[in-house]
């Protein structure tokens, strides 16, 4: 009979194999960084199952009908959470939460005593095998209590059963992303009334201190899509324009020493003087709000669509508003991709196969970034492989992806055709891991 700690036990053991006989001082070399840092990974989770059944265990030993028999109250606490929080070093609210998934995933029992499963058993199995972490379940757990109201339990396990294959070996920010995604797919008619919700808590804060004019914008989705769009784009223009000034006066290389947030400010400066100054305006690199929607969806005003760049989704109603005022470039595309083939006729990817590669890829295939921080390349090199110009050869990268995946022997497939494909990244030979998923498919549910 396995035991709560038996998955624990095994990821320290892995932990120190990983780690090895390392003497103090010596050092780590970079594989053993890798596969250390993995292992801790593993046991940190492992470690977040455990302590989530025994936070469960502390909160019904605390429940309020207990009285001054409470365990938190015997030991001088107000609450469980306290306890936890106290005892542990963490806050209130992270013990909170580790107590609310421990109650999530923990066997229950009905008024005659019966014993029942737990209320997500999909996350109790991938929190207990060291799958997921605390986090992610937490997110998870609220996440799914609150469309049970919405969809009922039913559509609710097969999203828990969904959302738990996809969550391991993603970030805490790319959950949230996913969570966002699937709640749109579960409930697309909430989508309007989050807008409007979203659109309420709109807001721009403005006021002087130490003699610098300090900016806080909340933007909801509709608004904020032009805004974030703007500034990407002059971001990407300007370290353009910095390499091509660098690599024409080489001595001046490195002078520009802007970070990415002084830049952004400059956005603004910019932007704010030619609303004052300037007929046109010429800075943006070519970026564009892309805005994708099912085009039945459109036309008989179901559904959502999303924008490049940002998780919320929007209504149909945010889209058609958006069309009126020209911020958006229509595009019709073949499901199949196949008006996007160019062979070796043309080097240069096109227009349009660009914004197939901003459908299929959502920005930097490999890390995320927006699709105003990428450029289109061909996997099979133009020259050297003699690649040809077709979308299944094409992928969007950021510059720094791009070099570490050809610098470190990274390879990508690209399994499938068209939009729907998707795009795989292979690690270097021998290091053992897992092939990564990248692009859209990534964080994204498709139905």
């Known amino acids: 009979m396995t035991s709560t700690l038996d998955p624990l036990l095994e990821a320290t053991r892995l932990l120190a194999a990983a780690w090895g006989d390392v003497e103090s001082g010596s050092g780590l070399s970079r594989e053993q960084l890798v596969a250390v840092n993995d292992a801790i990974g593993a046991a940190r989770r492992c470690l977040d199952g455990a302590h989530a ?9 605390s429940r309020r009908e207990l009285g001054p028999e409470s365990l938190a109250k015997q030991r001088g606490y107000r609450s469980a959470a306290q306890l936890i929080a106290t005892t542990t070093g963490i806050s209130t609210g992270d013990a909170a939460r580790l107590v609310k998934v421990g109650e999530a995933t ?6 005659i005593g019966e014993q029942l499963p737990a209320k997500f058993p999909a996350i109790r199995d991938a929190l207990g095998a060291g799958r997921i972490g605390a986090a992610a379940a937490g997110l998870l757990v609220s996440f799914l209590d609150r469309m049970i109201v919405k969809v009922g339990r039913g559509r609710v396990a097969e999203a828990e059963s969904l959302l738990v294959g996809m969550a391991p070996g993603l970030s805490l920010d790319e959950v949230r992303r996913m969570i966002t995604r699937m709640e749109a797919h579960l409930d697309p008619d909430g989508v309007a009334p989050r807008e409007d919700e979203l659109r309420a808590r709109a807001s721009l804060s403005m006021f002087e201190r130490d003699g610098m004019l300090h900016l806080n914008a909340v933007l909801d989705p509709e ?22 000034r660098d690599d024409r006066n080489p001595e001046l290389a490195g002078e520009d020493r802007r970070t990415v947030g002084q830049i952004q400010a400059d956005a603004l400066v910019h932007f704010a003087e030619h609303a004052l100054t300037c007929p ?10 892309i805005v994708r929607v099912d085009a039945t969806d459109l036309a008989n005003s179901t559904g959502y669509g999303l924008i490049d760049g940002l998780a919320q989704p929007v209504s149909i ?8 005022g020209g911020v958006v470039q229509d595009w019709l595309c073949g499901r199949n991709g196949e008006i996007l083939h160019w062979g070796r006729e043309k080097r240069l990817f096109t227009e349009a196969q660009k914004f197939a590669l901003r459908e299929r890829d959502g920005g930097c295939a490999f890390c995320g970034l927006p699709p105003a921080m990428t450029k289109a390349h061909h996997i099979a090199w133009w020259a050297r492989d003699r690649g040809t110009t077709d979308l299944n050869n094409g992928i969007l990268l950021c510059e720094t992806c791009h070099h570490l995946i050809h610098d470190n022997g990274w390879t990508i497939r690209i399994d499938g055709a068209g939009l729907h494909a998707k795009v795989w990244f292979l690690p270097p030979p021998g290091t053992g891991d897992p092939p990564r998923l990248g692009g859209r498919a990534r964080t994204e549910f498709v139905a």
């Open 53 to 61: 059944e025994v936070a469960a265990g502390i909160a019904h030993e």
């Open 106 to 111: 923990a066997p229950r029992s009905n008024l």
């Open 223 to 244: 608004r904020a899509a032009a805004v974030k769009t703007a500034i990407e784009g002059y971001v990407s223009a300007q370290f353009a324009a910095r390499r091509a």
């Open 280 to 289: 046109k305006n010429k800075t943006l690199n070519g970026a564009t709000v």
């Open 317 to 324: 109603g945010t889209i058609r508003r958006m069309g009126a």
